[in-house]
């Protein structure tokens, strides 16, 4: 299915010679913007799922699996053992990581978070789970 030409034009202008300014008493600073999603406007929600929508599709592995969620991703891995779960979401991380280059999208690797769940009582300190290691550019 082809896009309205007219159509096309009004995205593309939403995406297109984009700046960011920012201004400190007297003085602005502007810097042209590229990559990602336009944060803070009334198109972006509509923008979001057509960017992280092939990562949605990417095989992750066995027992690893992606959800989408307003402007964010989790990553459910389920295994045994606490090695196990390292190494599956380490590999699921470098193919989401490879995903982000090819598609001009950065993650914030600071917000990567591990959150151990498991049979009740099993976990008395969740603190000495595995850090995932997020790969970097």
Not at 54 to 63: H, K, N, V
Not at 64 to 77: R, T
Not at 121 to 137: D, F, Q, Y
């Amino acid at each position: 299915m082809a896009c309205p030409r007219n159509l096309f034009n009004i995205v593309s202008s939403f995406l297109d010679n984009r700046t960011i300014s920012f201004t400190y008493g007297d003085t602005v600073s502007t810097k042209e913007y590229s990559m990602g999603c336009p944060q803070g406007s009334n198109t972006g929600p509509l923008y979001w799922p057509l960017v992280i929508n092939d990562a949605l599709e990417i095989d992750l592995g066995e027992d690893v699996h992606i959800l989408a969620y307003a402007d964010d991703i989790y990553l459910y891995v389920a295994a045994t053992g606490k090695q196990t779960i390292k190494k599956n979401a380490e590999a699921a991380l470098q193919k989401l990581q490879e995903w982000s280059t090819s598609a001009k999208v950065e993650f914030a690797h600071e917000k990567t978070q591990l959150i151990p769940f498991g049979k009740k009582g099993r976990h008395k300190n969740p603190r000495t789970a595995p850090l995932i290691e997020s790969p970097s550019n």
